[in-house]
């Protein structure tokens, strides 16, 4: 069982940053892959990015590759999206997400979700 309460959303303007925190709480907490996904208005959730338990495997989606950075703390309960050249095309709600079953990139696949916090990159 894995709890997850994401924060940090916001309003930007095009080229801003965002920082978004995820706490992960729950007697599984540190040992699962957490990851982003997102979902812009009116479209399906996407996958975003993934860091495993250990920091040592990272995975991103194209789209963002290059501007986000997803990282974890030391404790491995808290995990971390930087965003920097955010876009108008970035705005969406993005969720926190823990313990995925298979493939990272499909959101059926993750077990456990945060609320999700709002970004809006808007000039």
């Known amino acids: 069982q894995v709890q997850l309460v994401d924060s940090g959303g916001g309003s930007v303007q095009p080229g801003g940053a965002l920082r978004l925190s995820c706490a992960a709480s729950g007697p599984e907490s540190d040992r699962v892959p957490l990851g982003w996904f997102r979902q812009p208005p009116g479209k399906e959730r996407e996958f975003v990015a993934a860091?495993?338990?250990?920091?040592?495997?990272?995975f991103y989606a194209p789209s963002v590759k290059g501007r986000f950075t997803i990282s974890r703390d030391n404790a491995k309960t808290t995990v971390y999206l930087r965003m920097n050249s955010l876009k108008p095309e970035d705005t969406a709600v993005y969720y926190c997400?823990?313990?995925?079953?298979?493939?990272?990139?499909?959101?059926?696949?993750?077990?456990?979700w945060g609320q999700g916090t709002q970004v809006t990159v808007s000039s």
């Open positions: 997400v823990a313990d995925p079953e298979g493939d990272y990139y499909n959101s059926g696949d993750w077990g456990y």
């Open positions: 860091i495993t338990w250990s920091g040592g495997s990272i």
